[in-house]
């Protein structure tokens, strides 16, 4: 890890309980803290085959907003996919009918990346596109027009999810010309609370680029993936790039992305390894400036983040100086199962293993902070995973990780 400034946390306990079925019972009065675990995705319900790429964020009222891709042919990341969304008024217990957000009409929406604009507490999300005639693989290769490649979108909502702008398209401002892949997130993106930065939206993303001329690479060696920021400090309206990982070294190849805030306002970054030669597939760093750049200029590989395998994973700090930083993702490197929960108490030079929800197949997963009135009064952390019982993308549960 980098050299970058940190605040002790001292001995901040996270209290983290295993998760029954919903309602069984509160926490006044010191009686033992509610367990919820309810499932608002199902592959093969609501009209899609298999739900993927979960988000999760609480909005200023304590709406739960639960985001996934909806895949309409196959569990395939191509072909007809929308994003889709279900509202949960009590902390996640219980979820309202599933609304399209973005409606991909036969190609692909996805990528969720959605964030509170704390000035305005509206929701802002990002999404991405591409023609649903074409796949990852020749987009990158470079092998589809610019208008059929990956394209970068934002939405709106002023009334806690209940509806959404129409995507409105961004990429002109984001993505270079040499850039062929491009994702938000996957997971929530990040607004700023302290610091000289207050106020800033930050959105964790990745990228491919083409390989330089007379290169005879096709693209997809995976030391072209990089990882980067997107920016906005006027809420939403208008985005630029932050910081740009782009070694290309094949030694760290940063890919999907996710972050959030340190004491002070500093960033905390943590990252996919696409493959890259170095042992472990986590990376992380730390941005001083508000995601502009990225101490010591790269990313360096997490040792004690090498159970996990090479998958999206989700951080989240939640609020006050006394909460440690959390990451969720499996726990097998070899396979996508056993869905962890690792906390660190050092501001992310290292972590520690807390909680193991199930030894069943899990994937991608997001934290995300519950709403004390709809916690009792609690500071509870919910995480919105992939998983199932033969693979992991049979269902998306909301799980109750406990009280903070």
């Not at 509202?87 to 399209?100: I, K, M, Y």
């Not at 604009?117 to 610019?146: F, H, K, W």
């Not at 208008?147 to 993505?175: N, W």
């Not at 200029?297 to 040792?303: K, L, P, R, Y």
Request: charged letters at 25%.
């Amino acid at each position: 890890m980098g050299s970058w400034h940190r605040v002790a946390l001292g001995a901040a306990v996270v209290m983290l309980v295993g998760a029954t079925s919903a309602g069984c019972g509160g926490s006044a009065g010191g009686s033992e803290p509610e367990r919820v675990t309810s499932v608002p995705f199902v592959s093969g319900e609501g009209g899609y085959d298999t739900y993927r790429v979960p988000a999760a964020v609480t909005t200023p009222n304590g709406v739960v907003l639960a985001f996934a891709e909806g895949r309409v042919g196959g569990a395939g990341d191509s072909g007809a996919i929308d994003v889709v969304v279900r509202r949960s008024e009590d902390g996640g217990r219980t979820w309202g009918p599933l609304d399209v957000v973005a409606h991909g009409d036969g190609d692909t929406r996805g990528n969720p990346a959605p964030v509170i604009d704390p000035e305005t507490g509206r929701l802002v999300l990002l999404t991405c596109y591409n023609s649903g005639e074409v796949t990852e693989a020749e987009i990158i290769r470079g092998e589809v027009t610019p208008e059929q490649s990956r394209r970068v979108f934002v939405q709106y909502s002023e009334d806690d999810g209940r509806s959404f702008t129409e995507p409105r398209e961004i990429t002109a401002d984001v993505k270079p010309e040499d850039w062929r892949w491009y994702a938000t997130g996957p997971g929530h993106a990040l607004a700023l609370t302290e610091g000289p930065h207050a106020g800033r939206l930050v959105v964790p993303a990745n990228h491919s680029a083409a390989p330089p001329a007379g290169s005879t690479d096709t693209g997809e060696e995976p030391k072209y993936y990089g990882s980067h920021a997107l920016i906005s400090d006027d809420g939403g309206e208008s985005w630029r790039l932050g910081y740009v990982d782009d070694s290309y070294d094949g030694v760290i190849n940063s890919n999907e992305s996710t972050a959030t805030e340190l004491p002070g306002g500093e960033i905390y970054f943590s990252a996919r390894d696409q493959h890259g030669s170095s042992t472990g597939n986590r990376a992380d760093a730390v941005s001083a400036d508000g995601g502009e750049s990225l101490e010591g200029g790269t990313f360096a590989i997490q040792d004690s983040l090498n159970d996990v395998p090479v998958v999206q994973g989700s951080v989240l700090r939640p609020a006050g100086d006394e909460s440690p930083l959390l990451f969720s993702g499996p726990s097998n490197p070899t396979a996508r199962e056993a869905m962890t929960v690792w906390r660190s108490d050092d501001e992310g030079r290292s972590f520690s293993r807390v909680i193991t929800l199930s030894a069943l197949p899990a994937a991608y997963s997001d934290l995300v902070a519950v709403d004390e009135a709809a916690a009792n009064g609690e500071k509870v952390v919910g995480v919105l995973y992939e998983t199932g019982d033969e693979g992991p993308y049979e269902r998306i549960e909301f799980r109750w990780l406990g009280s903070l």
